[in-house]
């Protein structure tokens, strides 16, 4: 095993004050806390607001914490919420305008938030979704202001998955469970008999710097050694599967196969799946007028392949059953992406097969799909 | 100076709740009165000017044999025809007797039932006059209110979303109670515009918005039989405010039927 240059560990007793410096620096920490029984993503006040000790059982439509057995800070995997909340919000003011005595109007971008993100617990399928986004919204000719603000300024704690949910798949679509780039600081928890630390590897000149504040030392063979183990025990319970070698040209090829029709009887056509995803990114804008119609405001918000608004041209909307809908969501998250965007839609974090109130699979969708050419 | 539009607001059977929701405006309602004449509106004045009217709000459904008259006459005199609320949009919770013989209910509710001229449905104002546009809610939310005279006034779309709650529910981040809880919820089969607030309280959607523009309740009513939701209880959830609407009154039907 070959040792990373920079490896090092940081106790279970001092990593509080990591809150303390990013607090410090002027970022708000983001994090995994416990609300009314489920793990959200919610601005943290310090460590204390960690989920310490829990952990969730999760699969298609269902979810429920339950206690480890141990304090672990970061023993779960993922809840309904991921880091889109927060670079991507799902309702956002674009800029508003007031008409002018001369008959004329004037406009005003909106200022969005003053806040800097520190994102503390960012696993490797989601870090993924992040750079998925980013190729959405800061790539080629058009940037997103609010997007690119927001992560740019956003530091990244990642945290290594030390074990996964039954909805995982991180594995198959190559997103995980390790986190390999893109990181500011990458944490892998380890509790072994008494000890509790984690192994710290900087991935930026301000992870580095933020660990200068912490007291910390040279990993050790055996704490590197650890750390590798817990990404294998990951990797050995991931509970989902896919395979992905030719998915792009079986979908194309499968346009017109019946299991549309059975998704047409089951798919409630929600769009809880499109809002809980980390990569889906759509939206549409609003423009509001106040009563004088002297006053106008153009809003963004989140909005989803599966409503038929969506969809909605002169004369009615393109995708009107909902077997179209999810048909266009499945093909669009794991084929049309790799020609539009050169990677999937798809990190395999499963908050889509768990966040369906009626425990729609993609995985098993795409495995129907997939037997159904024999 | 062109003259303000003349607002009237009209009731038919219903509980004011809805007209309530204008009075409710308060802070806006000075706004609202600065850009339109409210010529008839027996709720906050006595004071009538007579019809036309550039807009009628209308509330409440037809269960007597005179209101369907009346809807007609309100619909000459209305240029413009608004429904607003459960009763007027799917007939209310009055639309239960849909499921019954009035006739036997008079006799037990009423002493002298032979003074009640009354029709043996309750029906949304739709299914007797053509309408422009239809508020739902029960009760109707002021904002959604406030934007439909708005839209009205500026000569707009109204940004009147008929996707699901749970569209709602995700936008301002509360956790799918059904998923994390296995609270039976109403939501993915309901139109949003409340904000999704009762799951934000752990507490099911109630379905006050009417079914949503694709409501798919076989599949729910299937998840909720899982979920253990026991049969008289999934009847209860359809057979609300909005039990007339065409998709929730064809859920308690075949949810009847499988039961047999
Ligand atoms: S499609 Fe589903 S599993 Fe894949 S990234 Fe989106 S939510 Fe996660
Ligand atoms: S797949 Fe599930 S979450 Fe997505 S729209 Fe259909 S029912 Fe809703
Ligand atoms: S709590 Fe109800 S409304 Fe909210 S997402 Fe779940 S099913 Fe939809």
Known sequence: MTKPNNAF???????????????ERGYTPVGPTVREAVIVYDELSGLEDLPEGWAEEQDAGTYSLKRRGDNALFGFNNGPHSWKNYLFPSRVKLW?????????????????????????GVRACDLHAIQVQDKVFLDGE???PIYSKRREEALVIAVNCGQAAKTCFCTSMNTGPRVSDGYDLALTEILDNDQHYFLAEPGSTSGFSL?????HSEASQEAIAAARGCTKQAQEQMGRKIDISDVKEMLYRNYDNDRWDELEKRCLSCGNCTMACPTCFCSKVEDVTDLTGNHAERWRE?????????????????RPTTRSRYRQWLVHKLAAWLDQFGTSGCVGCGRCITWCPVGIDLTEEVRLLRNSEN | MTEKPKLAVWKFASCDGCQLSLLDCEDELLAVADRITIANFMEASSNVIDGPYDLSLVEGS???PHDRERIRDVRRQSKFLITIGACATAGGIQALRNFTDTRELLSVVYASPEYISTLNTSTPISEHVKIDFELRGCPINKTQLLEVINAFLNKRKPNVSPHSVCIECKKRGTACIMVAHGTACMGPVTQAGCGAICPSYNRGCYGCYGPMEAPNTSSLVKWMRNLGVPEDELLRMFKTYNVGAESFRCAVERVEGEDK
Do not use: N
């Open chain 1, 9 to 23: 560990v940081i106790q279970r007793e001092d990593l509080h004050i990591l809150f303390d410096v990013l607090i």
């Open chain 1, 96 to 120: 508003e305008g007031d008409k002018t005595e001369d008959g004329g109007f004037t406009v005003k971008s909106a200022v969005d938030t003053q806040k800097k993100f520190a994102f503390i």
């Open chain 1, 142 to 144: 058009y940037r997103d």
């Open chain 1, 211 to 215: 660990l200068a504040e912490i007291p």
């Open chain 1, 302 to 318: 989140w909005e989803s392949c599966f409503t038929m608004d969506f969809s909605y041209i002169h004369g009615g909307s393109v």
């Open chain 2, 62 to 64: 037809i269960t007597t």
